[in-house]
């Protein structure tokens, strides 16, 4: 089904947008809102569940943030620095001043406080009660989920679950970890059966009960890892919520493992495999259009330095970001026959300014590739935009429920299960199935085959520090760029000669310091 588009319907009382469910998530975040709101129609409580999923596709979070600065650096992708440039937090190179951890962190906090103001005047509300419930659990799941954001990557945070006036004054001290995975599994867990099954929805845009499951899943095995380390009741815990993803027979693989992303660089959905997206559109043509399309692909996408303007199919990727060595050398290769997703993530050509555009990549350049996971050949907006993509983001695919499934069937010593769950995936990868039963050995198979199938989605960087080896795994990529005949080994070395234990954690803003008297800054920083 393809996506269409709605004109915006302005709410002054919101100061918001809205359109269809279609492209749903489409409104311009707002600084200051006031602490209580009186909703006498349907389209005002849309209105303002689009204003709280409208955080998801700003720079500080989904559109270019979480999924590039606050992730790379890690043993998957780098920054390729190709001007020499400072104050990346890819390079870590930053101190806490830095405004991509403020960016980041006031639009988690203002997304929070959107669905706070949701929350707490609901109820009081004169519109249908299945458009109340529904709006309800969509609003608790998504406060949870930037709390989950938040959590991971600052750690202890201040836990606020009312409105408050603005996202810049406040004086909140730091909540124990542990309390503010407490109340996300409160709020997702009270959400889960209030909202909508993907199959009455048939759009990826709003989080359904699948969805909420699958991230449910994702969160205990957080909290099974570091630095909570609650172990085996948290993995058994996710294999509940991964099986019932499983076992309500409403998703399946994509036969097509490249399918899946020229369907999001097209705004196609695909709500067997494609869970739950972060959508986006447009070309920000007129200039400051609502909303301008996400920035991720265009960072990520092979480096092409076409002077053509003037043709509207032709545009320009910055190859900003690009895959390592070590993920093509060290873990894709360990299953050669692992084509399909190594050649489609990290391709054997490259772009050219001269005809033909494309040339083959040497063999032996595996530290120099780019990224081809979303290619924009395939979008179809045109003009198409230097800085803009209608790329749509997969925050839970199915493939990773399974994935998840297996992590934790394996941790529990049920290695028969995680291989039931792992065969699927590597069958759509026409790879080799895997029959090891030894729990260590299968465990690194079900680390490697995460970033096979999820490279660049913005989860490895989670993955390495939940599983407590993401200080090893970058002692071993400098291990590896030392070892390479890449002619760039003194650019890429720069990100990982930096990392130290404190990068496990981002720091609290400084501009959270000024204003927040009871704050305190993570050890390092």
Partial sequence: MKKTFQIFILLSILVIGTVSCTKYLTTT?????????YYTTDAQVTAALAGVYS??????????????ELEMGNDEGQFNN???????????????????????????????NAANLLIANIDSSKIKDNVRQVALGEALFLRGFYYFQLVTRYGDVPLITKPFVTVSNFNYPRTPSLLVYNQILSDMKTAQPLVKNIT???????????AIAGIIARVYLKMAGHPLNLGLPMYDSASVWAESVISSGIHNLNPSYSQIFINESQNIYDINECMWEVEFYGNNTPTGTMPPGSRFPCQLALRYDSTDITNPVVVKGYGAYIPTGYLYDSIYMKYPEDTLRRNWNIPTYAYANTVPRTVVRAAASTWDRGCGKWNRDYEKVLPKSVDWSPTDFPVLRYADVLLMAAEAENEMGNTANALIYLAPVRARAAASPITVTDQTALRQIIHDERARELCFEGLRKFDLIRWGIFNQQIATCIVAINNSTSINKSRYLRAYDNIT??????????SELTVNRLMTQNSGW
């Fill in 29 to 37: 975040p707002q600084d200051t809102l006031v602490t209580t709101q």
């Fill in 55 to 68: 955080y998801l596709t700003v720079d500080g979070t989904f559109s270019r943030n979480l999924l590039l």
């Fill in 82 to 112: 190709r001007n020499n440039v400072n104050n990346n937090p890819s390079l870590y190179d930053c101190q806490a001043s830095t405004a991509i951890y403020s960016n980041c962190w006031t639009a988690l906090y203002a997304g929070i």
């Fill in 200 to 210: 009455d929805w048939g759009t990826t845009g709003h989080v359904s009960q699948t």
């Fill in 501 to 510: 234990y404190r990068d496990t954690l981002l720091p609290i803003p400084s």
